[in-house]
């Protein structure tokens, strides 16, 4: 997500970087190219306007031009702004007691209202409560039926009536979940492909006769201004409680996600980062400057770690690690791990300065079953020890996974390789997966590491290329 708008934003960094000072013409310079990186993204002009302004104040005022490092001072200025443009944090739903806690979803044709209704009974789920989904979207053919399916694969329960009355579906509804005791109602309502008057009535009546106690509006950040502008007329309306940005995954701009909360004075609560139905995120106006800005989010990185690994089992993993044991059968369930956590790729984007270089590495997922497919043809005795697996095992085990030998001991080599790494990281400077999951992993130490890789890695490129040429240089 947001990779036009890091891209163009790093490039502005990167000018500034190079000056030992830095004037006020120099900032000028800087802010105009920011002011046309945001309108490219599809912000708010008024935004843009005002973003800049408050930007250049405060680096003028943080006595940017007498810093030794200006670059990184302007950064965190840019991400501070872009925190207070987004903010502030407000993820938390209200639940009332007695119950239920009836929350409202309006919005658009086509903007995820259906889908998002089932990953919040998702979410919710995780927090303990006991949902009721209710397909009130009365108007778009299979609306309830698509609720139906989404609520049976989650094991979440929905309440829907053969009926044309959204208003007494939803009077239904929240009588129902009083008597069998739900603890949140999860309203989807109908929509239309743009807004009229004949919908936002539907909606206004529908509020007035269950008094929901939060509306959250549904929209598609890919929309951009669109989705901006909808939701200025929705809360004209409604008055509502807060926004989840839909598809922000597909979203390279930004330009919904930087506007929303600006314009219509109401938080974004989630933000849809996938099509599966975990992929629902609470938001977080720091994390996700500091991704626009291309320094990663570990906080969320280590949040998502710590809903697939127990504590305990990361410490055997730790063990097993600095003692140089780690087998295939551990390296499976890690990747079955990485895998829910939303893939290499997606993990990796969240490390600090990782996202810029992630283009040119090879995530396919038909590679990942490919590797899963030689390890579930090694024996137990072969996944445990992987150097007894000598050519006629390599034969068999390729034999098995209907590849080639070269491709089993190409696995091989670099399953040692990544084990001796892991065993440094485990027991060096990193902190390793322990403290990984106690928030203590040291990142900054880890991204030099693997930066000074890179550049001995380039070194070498560069020395073979020279001897090739027949030059004799020493570098």
């Not at 670059?71 to 872009?82: A, F, R, T, Y």
């Not at 993993?317 to 059968?329: E, I, T, Y």
């Not at 590679?367 to 050519?391: C, F, Q, Y």
């Amino acid at each position: 997500m947001f990779e036009s708008l890091t891209e163009k934003f790093n490039s502005v960094f990167r000018s500034l970087s190079g000056r030992g000072r830095i004037t006020e013409a120099n900032i000028s310079d800087a802010m105009r190219q920011v002011r046309k990186a945001l309108l490219e993204a599809d912000v708010s002009y008024n935004v843009v306007k005002k973003f800049c302004k408050d930007v250049t104040e405060a680096a003028i005022g943080a006595e940017v031009i007498k810093s030794l490092h200006p670059g990184q001072v302007l950064v965190k200025i840019v991400s501070d702004e872009l925190t207070n443009l987004m903010g502030p944090v407000d993820s938390s739903i209200y639940f009332v007691s007695p119950g239920p806690t009836i929350i409202m979803l309006a919005g658009l044709q086509g903007g995820g209202k259906t889908t998002t209704a089932a990953k919040l009974g998702k979410y919710l789920v995780g927090k303990g409560k006991k949902p009721l989904l209710v397909a009130d979207d009365l108007r778009r053919p299979a609306a309830i039926e698509q609720l139906v399916v989404l609520g049976r694969q989650l094991n979440v329960d929905v309440y829907s009536e053969d009926s044309k009355n959204s208003i007494k579906v939803a009077k239904n509804a929240v009588a129902h979940a009083r008597k069998e005791g739900f603890d949140v109602v999860v309203l989807d309502t109908a929509g239309r492909l743009h807004i009229d008057e004949e919908m936002m009535t539907e909606v206004a009546n529908v509020a007035k006769a269950i008094n929901p106690h939060q509306i959250y509006l549904i929209c598609d950040a890919m929309t951009g201004q669109d989705a901006v502008n909808s939701a200025k007329e929705f809360n004209d309306r409604l008055e509502l409680d807060g926004v989840i940005l839909t598809k922000l995954d597909g979203d390279a701009r930004g330009g919904a996600a930087l506007s929303v909360k600006a314009v219509t004075g109401k938080p974004i609560k989630f933000v849809g980062v996938g099509e599966k139905l975990d992929k629902l995120e609470e938001f977080h106006p720091d994390r996700m400057a500091g991704r626009i800005l291309g320094m990663g989010d570990v906080v969320t990185l280590v949040e998502k770690a710590q809903e697939q690994f127990e504590a305990e089992e990361a410490e055997k993993l730790q063990k097993k690690m600095a003692k140089g044991s780690f087998d295939f059968d551990d390296f499976l369930k890690q990747m079955q791990a990485v895998k829910k956590m939303g893939g290499m790729k997606d993990m990796l984007k969240m490390m600090p300065g990782m996202g810029s270089q992630l283009d040119d590495m090879d995530f396919d997922g038909r590679e990942l079953k490919r590797i899963e497919g030689i390890v579930h043809s090694m024996t137990p005795a072969e996944r445990g020890d992987p150097d007894i697996i000598d050519s006629s095992r390599r034969r068999r085990v390729a034999a098995g996974a209907g590849v080639q030998p070269n491709d089993v001991s190409g696995l091989v080599k670099t399953f040692k390789r990544s084990r001796d790494m892991m065993k440094a990281i485990s027991g060096g400077s990193f902190g390793g997966l322990k403290s990984l999951l106690s928030g203590g992993f040291n990142v900054d130490a880890l991204s030099a590491a693997m930066t000074s890789g890179r550049k001995i890695k380039q070194r070498s490129k560069r020395k073979r290329v020279i001897k090739r040429k027949g030059k004799i240089k020493r570098r």
